[in-house]
């Protein structure tokens, strides 16, 4: 056996050096899904204010009809109610020193980026995602056969089951007799749960399929009784109901949210202080999120979550 060692440092060992490797990874990230659904706020702007109303029209207050000869026209009215989109600032940052900087083997100010722009994708998806789920209609899975609906904005039952099929056409049966609009497509769309897209897989996998040539949304998982299906992990709860193992969804249709945007988000690198030994990147936005229709104001909605008590 010889006598000179890698195992020793002062018989071998120094004369190795250890490498790092040039990949960085990163930590898996959500799919962040709402907020590609949400329609932007023309009124909102720089130097505008942080608040957009927008009016809301009811129907005539007693529709019309026949009239005899000697009849006056009748005379109604409809009324307005009024939204407001409210406008906020977002953001967070990385401070770094100049000297990890320097030092460093790996590109610090380009993972700061990375790791703000992920931050940025989840927070602001999350904001879309609150304003879809915060609703007055509410569907509950109390199993495969069975829908049930609430509408003042809290869950009447305990879900027991993820999604069927049948539970499907209830709801989108439910959103017909709503008058909720479709979107620009002829659809309705269903950002769903893991667990609940699980619970219709099998039958989607039957009868289902992606077919179309169409452009797809981002997620889309598949199409079903005039519904578009979208998978997302990043805000929506898999342990919704008994024993916490159904998963939430939200359903919708046209003007369901919309955003305002003063500033869009974007990547700030700071200047330096210290003299330039204390540096940091930020991410930044000014905007905000509302939903549109408020059942318990204006007798309609665009939006059918799931969730349970």
């Known amino acids: 056996m010889g006598n000179q060692l890698f195992s020793v440092n002062s018989l071998g060992g120094y004369f190795t050096n250890n490498q790092l490797s040039s990949q960085v990874r990163y930590k898996a990230q959500t799919d962040q899904k709402f907020r590609q659904f949400v329609d932007i706020e023309s009124a909102a702007g720089a130097n505008r204010g942080n608040k957009v109303f927008f009016d809301k029209i009811s129907n005539i207050s007693t529709g019309g009809g026949t009239l005899t000869e000697t009849d006056t026209i009748p005379k109604r009215n409809y009324t307005i109610t009024q939204g407001t989109l409210t406008m906020t600032e977002y953001g967070n940052s990385i401070p770094y020193t100049q000297k990890v900087k320097t030092l460093s083997d790996i590109m610090v100010p380009e993972t700061v980026r990375t790791v703000l722009t992920n931050d940025m994708r989840v927070v602001l998806d999350s904001a879309a995602a609150t304003q879809f789920m915060t609703n007055d209609y509410i569907a509950t899975i109390t199993n495969t056969a069975t829908t049930t609906f609430g509408s003042a904005g809290a869950a009447l039952a305990t879900a027991g089951a993820n999604m ?74 898999n342990a919704d109901g008994s024993n916490g193992l159904y998963g939430e969804a939200c359903f919708f249709g046209a003007d369901a ?53």
């Open 164 to 237: 069927s099929d049948k539970n499907v056409r209830d709801i989108i049966d439910k959103m017909k007799v709503l008058l909720i609009p479709r979107r620009a497509d002829g659809k309705y769309v269903s950002v769903a749960s893991t667990n609940s897209i699980r619970g219709l897989y099998d039958f989607f996998e039957a009868k289902a399929q992606l077919t179309t040539t169409a452009p797809l949304m981002i997620g889309e998982v598949g199409s079903y009784y005039g519904c578009r299906f979208i998978e997302e992990t990043n805000f929506l709860s």
């Open 257 to 309: 949210v919309r955003e305002g945007i003063a500033i869009p988000e974007e990547i700030r690198v700071g200047i330096p202080t210290d003299f330039g030994r204390d540096q940091a990147i930020a991410w930044y936005a000014l905007l905000g999120f509302q939903q549109v229709w408020d059942f318990s104001d204006d007798g309609q909605t665009r939006i059918i979550t799931v969730n349970s008590l």
